[in-house]
């Protein structure tokens, strides 16, 4: 069984930045690809970014590239989002995913298999 923890999300200002933690527990050391995927209400879940398993390939939306950062520590099983220049509409709760297929997409929240419980990131003007 997979469990997936977040942390680290909370209330700051725009311009400023967050780290978000993901702590994978159970089948992690198989997992394909980990991604953090966002929603805020009345939206859809937005794809946020994705990190390969195998080789560390990385992977972003287009509203948050060159402000956010994937990266993991294989010793813990965890994946982190470091959220820089923080703005208004990065407001959502953030959900970490675990996908163990490579046949599906990235970018998509169809090509996971497992969720996070979210955490909620607000970014005030």
């Known amino acids: 069984q997979v469990r997936l923890v977040e942390s680290g999300g909370g209330l700051v200002q725009a311009g400023g930045s967050l780290r978000l933690s993901c702590a994978a527990s159970g089948r992690a050391f198989s997992s394909y690809v980990m991604g953090w995927f966002r929603q805020a209400p009345g939206k859809e879940r937005e794809f946020v970014a994705a990190?390969?398993?195998?080789?560390?390939?990385?992977y972003y939306g287009d509203s948050v590239k060159g402000r956010f950062t994937i990266s993991r520590d294989n010793a813990k099983n965890t994946v982190y989002l470091q959220m820089n220049s923080l703005k208004p509409e990065d407001t959502a709760v953030y959900y970490c995913?675990?996908?163990?297929?490579?046949?599906?997409?990235?970018?998509?929240?169809?090509?996971?298999?497992?969720w996070g419980q979210g955490t909620q990131v607000t970014v005030s003007s």
């Open positions: 995913a675990q996908a163990f297929t490579s046949l599906r997409p990235i970018t998509s929240a169809v090509g996971y298999d497992y």
């Open positions: 990190i390969r398993w195998s080789d560390s390939n990385t």
